[in-house]
């Protein structure tokens, strides 16, 4: 059972504004309730008990909005990078001091999903376990393709990358401090064949825009039981 978690939630969201200038994107309400509690319910459900979310937007929004995650039976940290973000790489690499040694979960912040985070692999078979996903309309070329269960970076049939995965602290922990982003590593470590990787074709969504925000606000209230009649 994977016991830590990643939750990025530093970006200031710029193509959210004016939203993301009073609201860290990840704080954005869905359904009734910020996108970042979605993630914190399914990880606690799925046996984590640590979860480190990086911050630097807006950075004291989130220990004010979700405490230190005991409502969630879980306990939250915060890795703060200062006011400029440090990108996916370095964000990870700045938090691995929190995440500790063992292979964790890290998501990003800012999508909606109802993957379990259960099944994914405790060990993955090299740096990183990735999920991918079709591809939306607004990402139609894909990213990776997966082909046996390992994860290439190649032209076609590409798939999407989900923004979850299960990594090893050995992808980022030789890298220099800083910023810096995450693919790259990913990149390279596929060349080695070192990346293996899912198909999930269940709910998903990249909460890129207002518009998508406000589609999937709408589906999800649309969703929600009616209020029983006094």
Do not use: C
């Not at 914190?40 to 979700?66: D, M, W, Y």
């Not at 985070?117 to 060990?123: A, G, K």
């Not at 970076?153 to 299960?166: H, K, N, Q, Y």
């Not at 982003?181 to 909460?207: C, F, K, N, Q, T």
Request: net charge negative; aromatic share 6%.
């Amino acid at each position: 059972m994977i016991e830590r978690a990643l939750i990025f939630a530093a970006g200031r969201g710029e193509r959210m504004r004016p939203l993301t200038d009073a609201t860290p994107k990840p704080l954005l309400e869905v359904g009734g309730k910020p996108l970042i509690e979605y993630h914190l319910e399914k990880l606690a459900r799925a046996g984590v008990r640590e979860v480190v979310i990086n911050t630097s937007h807006l950075a004291e929004q989130f220990p004010a909005a979700l405490g230190d995650g005991a409502r969630w039976n879980l306990r939250i940290r915060y890795s703060y990078e200062g006011a400029e973000p440090l990108e996916t790489g370095g964000g990870m690499r700045h938090a691995l001091p929190l995440l500790g040694t063992d292979p964790f979960i890290a998501v990003n912040g800012d999508i909606f999903t109802v993957f379990d985070f259960s099944t994914l692999p405790q060990n993955p078979a090299g740096l990183a376990h990735l999920v991918l996903v079709d591809n939306p309309p607004q990402h139609a070329r894909g990213d990776f393709v997966l082909r046996g269960g390992r994860v290439h970076d190649e032209e076609s049939p590409r798939l999407t990358f989900a923004g979850i995965g299960v990594y090893r602290p050995e992808l980022v922990a030789a890298h220099a401090p800083g910023g810096f982003p995450l693919a790259p590593l990913l990149r390279e470590a596929m060349r080695r064949d070192g990346i293996s990787g899912e198909h999930y074709g269940g709910v998903w969504a990249d909460i890129g825009t207002a518009q998508r925000l406000a589609t999937l606000d709408a589906g999800l209230l649309a969703a929600q039981p009616a209020a029983p009649r006094d």
